[in-house]
């Protein structure tokens, strides 16, 4: 069934999801913590090209999340138009001191990953 927005939305301050891709080299699942932001149906996470998580999920789209107790299936879409809006809202979330800490100086190599959602338990 397509992701509740009411659940996303009461979910959407939680500070971390977990993110599960398929290894690109082993096939086997592997499991990251992130922040994120969800905004209009969507969840989108900031990332290096480089970063396993990332170079998994440009091979194999299909992800699984878990925010708190729901547990969310999704499919994972690479969109850098979005980047100064993902920026803004995770400033928003997080505070834009903890932003620039983290991301600020890298800015411009970070991608955007777009993630739509299907609630699969809670």
Avoid: C
Avoid at 29 to 34: A, F, G, W
Avoid at 41 to 63: D, K, M, Q, T
Avoid at 80 to 96: H, I, P
């Amino acid at each position: 069934m397509p992701a509740d927005a009411g659940n996303l939305q009461a979910l959407a301050g939680a500070p971390l999801l977990s993110l599960t891709t398929i290894g690109r080299k082993t096939q086997e699942p592997r499991t990251v913590e992130l922040w994120f932001v969800y905004h209009r149906g969507a969840i989108y996470l900031l990332g290096h090209a480089e970063s396993h998580w990332f170079r998994n999920l440009a091979r194999h789209p299909r992800v699984t999340l878990e925010i708190d107790d729901a547990s969310f299936e999704g499919t994972a879409r690479l969109d850098d138009s979005k980047r100064e809006m993902a920026y803004q809202l995770f400033q928003r979330k997080y505070g834009a001191q903890q932003v620039s800490y983290w991301y600020g100086g890298q800015r411009s190599a970070r991608r955007t990953v777009e993630i739509a959602l299907v609630l699969t338990a809670h």
